[in-house]
T-cell receptor
Framework: DAGVIQSPRHEVTEMGQEVTLRCKPISGHNSLFWYRQTMMRGLELLIYFNNNVPIDDSGMPEDRFSAKMPNASFSTLKIQPSEPRDSAVYFC????????????FGSGTRLTVV | GENVEQHPSTLSVQEGDSAVIKCTYSDSASNYFPWYKQELGKGPQLIIDIRSNVGEKKDQRIAVTLNKTAKHFSLHITETQPEDSAVYFCAASPETALIFGKGTTLSVSS
């Protein structure tokens, strides 16, 4: 099993540009989560999907952030327009049995907005 | 919503000593409490978890205890080794996805 796969590993972009982060969950896992990690705020839940349907997006900072899960094997997190304060490591995780079971995290995408 | 507090933020021990990290949670609906270990440049990795119908769980050198009444749970690592050095996160699961503590940086010196 290749685990949760995220791309790109690193992204440097200019303020105002659109950024798209990608995630492939573990095959057969029905829950997918996006978290953001910063030194100041730690690991923050952005959104989670169950069976491709967004269940809780209360952590999405503002309208500049959007997430989609068009099928069971792919999800995207888009930021448009990006701002320097969006700089963080973004993690995708998946779970086989919902939000109250063990998560497998990807290696993360380190986003730097200059 | 759920709030998870974790202490200490940093912990330094000598190889072979024990390490204890403590967390408290606020939402009595939470019933699942995992612990994750994060090494530099990697994503968090689940190391042990406990559910609210259990008071203690052990896996070799690590153990977790849960006090539902007081709403706190702890991670215990015995016979620490240099490879235990990492950031450790506790988490709690209310009705929605996991809410994480701010992390503890554990340093084990040989």
């Amino acid at each position: 099993d290749a685990g949760v796969i995220q791309s790109p590993r690193h992204e440097v972009t200019e303020m105002g540009q659109e950024v798209t982060l990608r995630c492939k969950p573990i095959s057969g896992h029905n829950s997918l989560f996006w978290y953001r990690q910063t030194m100041m705020r730690g690991l923050e839940l952005l959104i989670y999907f169950n069976n491709n349907v967004p269940i809780d997006d209360s952590g999405m900072p503002e309208d500049r952030f959007s997430a989609k899960m068009p099928n069971a094997s792919f999800s995207t997190l888009k930021i448009q327009p990006s701002e320097p304060r969006d700089s963080a490591v973004y993690f995708c995780a998946s779970s086989a049995q919902g939000p109250r079971y063990g998560y497998t995290f990807g290696s993360g995408t380190r986003l730097t907005v200059v | 919503g759920e709030n998870v507090e974790q202490h200490p933020s940093t912990l330094s021990v000598q190889e072979g000593d024990s390490a204890v990290i403590k967390c408290t949670y606020s939402d009595s609906a939470s019933n699942y409490f995992p612990w994750y270990k994060q090494e530099l440049g990697k994503g968090p990795q689940l190391i042990i978890d406990i559910r609210s119908n259990v008071g203690e769980k052990k896996d070799q050198r690590i153990a977790v205890t849960l006090n539902k009444t007081a709403k706190h749970f702890s991670l215990h690592i015995t016979e620490t080794q240099p490879e235990d050095s990492a950031v450790y996160f506790c988490a709690a699961s209310p009705e929605t996805a996991l809410i994480f503590g701010k992390g503890t940086t554990l340093s084990v010196s040989s």
